[in-house]
């Protein structure tokens, strides 16, 4: 079908009214008008709840046939996302062309099965149109992939697009809504050489943003400490640079403000479903602008659901969960399939972390369904697992205990917290302790989604902002460290390795009486082998006796009774594996097996090690990325021959273009090892002149603790070097979800690894 848009005339981008007088790092600038949070949602499935995998727009140039759309409902989907291409869709300015698009509408309503329209401005193919000219520049100077983001006629022009498309496709059989971007891909407004620099985005900061912040010029000198006469002198500073801070809080403003137009502009012309992309993570705030916060708030003003991508992280997903609760709005959740090595591990780790969602849960989506090694091993995992998830309902259990970071860094705030960390130090926090605490970040309290009053502790992870100061001043109880949530946020579960296994309740029921929960054995390496002990408290059950049963056949597991009322229970779980229980009320029946001893303190081996060439997992530990040819990574390793021996040879700086080499292990989270705070490292390696490593390892305040350094004889052969470890907490806090690395001390050249042994014997 082609036709001309009647609102293909070029209109001007109306100025959001922005609030007077805001500084630099102040935050986020609240548009008016915002409407009612959405009514509270259950997590249970409905007609709004996207059961999906994303496609491409056609089979190489050919429609999506029924057939193919029915093979896609006959795994249990809803749903299926394909990525527009905006050049076919509208090929001239005002000319849309929607007879592919309209063809596979009626194929997938002949299926039985929606299509969910993703829109794309600038980072997928055919995306942007080729009529669209202007492109972002570096702030180094060089020409980025985006348009530019302030040119008002071209990011109108991206307006007239989805609006078109989207009125065209409402009330039309088979159209399931649709997910709406602006920026390159789901990164917002990439600043990490991708743009953010062009001339008409220096032009909106010099001529609308900073008047409308600010009002004079006078004010801004005041706020800042400068003594410019007029606006146009404001640098757009880049990242380091003085100022930088005003023009990131611009590019945040940027879009908010965009996304707010863009989403208005589409609830004009339909009601139904919408949803927003998330892509990367909390640490990338401040270079590609993707604030969580900034979406949640827009999704609870326009009813939209979230995604995010990335959801097999535990730190990741718990905070959207909480954001989830905090705003009112549904989350769905998708998963980027890694290496072949991780991809099942992974992915039962994405498909047990959607219960932190509820009760707001929105779906799963797949990315993507294209014919690669991912539809081979994940896609049956995830299309296996369809059935249970979506049966369930009920609320994630909350504990009146908020763990708390700010996000002014990614305003700007040149001294707010670090965000680099906090990711994995939430999830390091929640696998050891695995409760139900709420995560806020300083966003949702500035928002009023979250008020740090209404908890009875709250543990700062990335500094004491001016928040925590209030909360402690008016008496709220500030902990130093995670090991005080006990206190206030009770286990819901505890397990004998906290990184093989992780725990999430999926339906607590609303009697407060029974409670499902999904157990996924997470490590790509190692099997579990232990007990879980279940805590009724923790799931926010009333006090009783309780005994778990296998939630498939009702049967009762063998199992010990616990004085708290709740149940140990044995447990030998494969890699990769999952598997459900309830705790449901009363003794376990007459005949229960009842197990000599249950315990998650004790046993697992107390050496561990691996060699290169024989790195399968089975004496305790793993060489990670061996084999790797990913540029860019700091942790690539190539096995050769010296010496006689085989060796793990560490990627020189000039092959992987980043200023680190290091060789990366992880531990048997189940063994004695891996629990130890003190430990003896053997490290057989090949010594060089000028060659060494440092012994970097996880402790509770920092995962990359320097612990000793070697360096060689230079004799160009073989030693070992024998080290002690003190005050380790093995949480796999590392890049590669590692427990410690051999940083080599001079990455421009190779560092040769035989062997790494540790043992706990005689600590």
Known sequence: MLRTSKSARRRTVPLLAAAAAVVATAGPVVPAGAATPAAATTARSGPSTLWATQ?????????????????????????????????????????????????ELANAEAAGIRIVPIFWQAGWGGSPASWITSREVTGSGGTGIAPAWWDTGEQQAYFDYVTTTVEHLTGTPGYGGSILDYGRLDAQWSNDGNGGWAPADIAYFHDHWLPHTYGTVARFNAANGTAYGSFAEVPAATPGQPLAGVYQNFRQWSVQDTYDRLTAAVRKVSRGPLYYY????????????????????????????????????????????????????????????????????????????????????????????????????????????LPTLQGLSGTYPQAPVAVYFDYSKAWGNAGGGSLNAVENQLTALWSRHQSGFTVVTSDEVKNHAAHLSTFRAVLPLNGTDANVTAYQKAGGTVLSSGDQLARYAPAYAELSSAHALQVVPTTTAADHRSSQLVLAEISPYFSYDGA????????????????????????????????????????????????????????????????????????????????????????????????????????????????????????????????????????????????????????????????????????????????????????????????????????????????????????????????????????
């Open 532 to 763: 879980v002990v279940l805590r009724p408290a923790g799931l926010n059950l009333k006090a009783g006796r309780y005994h778990a049963v296998d939630a498939a056949t009702g049967r009762a597991l063998p199992q010990v009774a616990q004085s708290d009322g709740g149940a140990c229970v044995p447990l030998g779980l494969g890699t990769a594996s999952l598997t459900e229980w309830k705790l449901v009320p009363g003794p376990a029946p007459a005949g229960t097996p009842v197990p000599g001893s249950c315990s998650t303190t004790s046993g697992g081996a107390t050496t561990v090690g691996a060699t290169a060439g024989s790195n399968d997992g089975s004496s305790g530990a793993v060489f990670q990325n061996v084999g790797a040819t990913g540029q860019g990574a700091d942790g690539n390793l190539d096995t050769v021959t010296l010496g006689g021996q085989s060796a793990y040879e560490t990627w020189a700086t000039d092959r992987t273009g980043v200023g680190s080499a290091n060789a990366y292990l992880q531990l048997d989270p189940g063994s004695a090892v891996a629990r130890a705070a003190t430990l003896t490292v053997q490290v057989t390696y090949w010594s060089e002149a000028g060659q060494g490593f440092t012994v970097q390892y996880d402790t509770p305040a920092d995962a990359y603790h320097n612990g000793p350094t070697v360096t060689g004889d230079g004799t160009g052969s073989w030693q070992t070097a024998t080290l002690t470890l003190t005050g380790a907490q093995f949480d796999e806090a590392q890049n590669l979800q590692a427990d410690l690395r051999l940083a080599a001390t001079d990455p421009a050249r190779p560092l040769y690894i035989h062997s790494v042994s540790l043992t706990t014997a005689g600590n």
């Open 278 to 385: 998330f892509g990367g993570h909390i640490s990338n705030a401040p270079d590609i602008g993707n604030l969580p916060d900034v979406f949640f708030r827009l999704a609870r003003k326009y009813g939209l659901t979230v995604i995010e991508d990335a959801a097999q992280s535990p730190g990741l997903t718990l905070t959207f969960g909480s954001l989830a609760r905090g705003y009112h709005v549904r989350l769905a959740q998708e998963w980027t399939a890694p290496t072949e090595a991780e991809m099942p591990a992974q992915a039962v780790q994405w498909i047990s972390n959607y219960g932190m969602g509820f009760p707001y849960g929105g779906g799963e989506d797949f990315f993507i369904h294209d014919g690669t090694s991912k539809d081979v091993i994940a896609y049956p995992i995830y299309t296996g697992a």
């Open 55 to 103: 496609l491409q727009f056609d089979d190489h140039g050919t429609p999506w046939s029924t057939a193919q759309f029915e093979a896609v409902k006959a795994k249990g989907m809803n749903s299926v996302e394909i990525n527009m291409p905006w050049n076919q869709i509208e090929p001239a300015e005002g000319t849309f062309d929607f007879t592919e698009l309209d063809t």
